[in-house]
């Protein structure tokens, strides 16, 4: 299976500044076909995940811009900039790219 | 408008067998897949499984022996069956049509 490390476990961002989460996979996560099957989500407490960003770099419909990701085959960043207070939750990268699916244990951010 | 709705029993008997429907609105099952992916309390996310937009089936090896997923498509259902279980399996049960869409989650507490 493919291990999603994640880094750091916690992070505590002052508002309106930026975060950056690390996440990186045991295996290659590019495909022949060019695309890179790594995703992000965002679970607020109490709710389900919610997707961030998809195939490494691409924003999900109604997903601010101030979210972004990047990366290369095996090491991703996604980055929060002017972080807000409905940024609150817990981060999880995930790859799609072979079974099983499987998704790093998770970043918490909360606010200072 | 896409949603998924996981339904089932909240409370289920160690050894006994659980049974979940997803019900889905605004995609047909023969066009996308749906993974089943839960959460235990306070831990990350674990894909359990998918039935293919065809019909085929993939399960996560560590459930592969306790696990069965199948489709009633003119009811619009995916449905998830899982024997033998333990409390180790009380948790969140999602249903997603990955990666874009998740149902709201169902808890259930395995008891001993």
């Known amino acids: 299976d493919i291990v999603m490390t994640q880094a750091p476990l916690s992070v505590s961002v002052t508002p309106g500044e930026s975060a950056s989460i690390s996440c990186r996979s045991s295996?290659?996560?590019?495909?022949?076909?060019?695309?890179?099957?790594v995703y992000w989500y965002l679970q607020k407490p109490g709710k389900s995940p919610q997707l961030l960003i998809y195939r490494m770099s691409n924003l999900a419909s109604g997903v601010p811009d101030r979210f972004s990701g990047s990366g290369s085959e095996t090491d991703f960043t996604l980055k929060i900039s002017r972080v807000e207070a409905e940024d609150v939750g817990i981060y999880y990268c995930?790859?799609?790219?072979?079974?099983?699916?499987?998704f790093g244990a998770g970043t918490k951010l909360e606010l200072k | 408008q896409v949603q998924l709705k996981e339904s089932g029993p909240g409370l289920v008997q160690a050894s006994e067998t659980l049974s979940l429907t997803c019900t889905v609105s605004g995609f047909s099952l023969t066009s996308y897949h749906v993974s089943w992916v839960r959460q235990p309390p306070g831990k990350g996310l674990e894909w359990m499984g998918r039935?293919?937009?065809?019909?085929?089936?993939d399960y996560n090896s560590a459930l592969k022996s306790r696990l069965s997923i199948s489709r009633d498509t003119s009811k619009s259902q995916v449905l998830l069956k899982m024997n033998s279980l333990q409390t180790e399996d009380t948790a969140i049960y999602y249903c997603?049509?990955?990666?874009?869409?998740w149902g709201q989650g169902v808890m259930v507490t395995v008891s001993s």
């Open positions: 995930g790859q799609l790219l072979e079974n099983p699916y499987t």
């Open positions: 039935i293919r937009s065809g019909g085929s089936t």
């Open positions: 997603t049509s990955p990666p874009h869409y």
């Open positions: 295996k290659s996560l590019l495909h022949s076909n060019g695309i890179t099957y």
